[in-house]
């Protein structure tokens, strides 16, 4: 029985809404990857190159820390986070680093003001060694017809 997991990170509240529709569209399971200390809106100036998340994301090495959940009896990850500079927030590596992905299928859904998903599993793949990760969909404002048909296809 493949047992599936949606988690996702959610800076403003666009990606948990998303992660929300997903679960009970899928009857999964849901999970929120929360950092340990809280993203404010400071923290989000993308504008301000001295903001918490400008500086986690111009150092690919750091790695915000989080709350802790149990993995292993889940087969899929829906994995999902808003685009920032063209890839996944560093605390999605943080997420990935922490357990052990091995034979699990990783399947990625993003938010974005604009952008594509870039090099996001390019740059996921190292965290999750021995996973399976899957370039999903853009679901910006999708809505729930949209993605029931996307579920269906996983």
Do not use: C
Request: a positive charge; zero cysteines.
């Amino acid at each position: 029985m493949n047992k599936t997991l949606v988690v996702y990170f959610s800076a403003s509240g666009t990606t948990r809404k998303i992660a929300e529709m997903i679960a009970e569209v899928g009857d999964f399971s849901l999970y929120e990857i929360t950092p340990k200390e809280l993203y404010t809106s400071d923290d989000l100036n993308w504008m301000n190159k001295k903001s918490r998340s400008s500086v986690e994301m111009s150092n690919k090495k750091i790695r915000p820390e989080i709350t802790d959940t149990h993995i292993k009896e889940y087969d899929t990850i829906i994995l999902g986070f808003p685009i920032w500079w063209y890839v996944a927030p560093t605390i999605v590596n943080t997420f990935l680093e922490k357990y052990d992905f091995s034979g699990k299928k990783i399947v990625l859904f993003a938010t974005s003001g604009g952008s594509g998903f870039g090099n996001t599993v390019k740059e996921l793949k190292p965290s999750a060694p021995g996973a399976e990760i899957v370039e999903g969909k853009l679901l910006n404002r999708a809505n729930k017809q949209e993605i029931e048909k996307w579920v269906k296809s996983l």
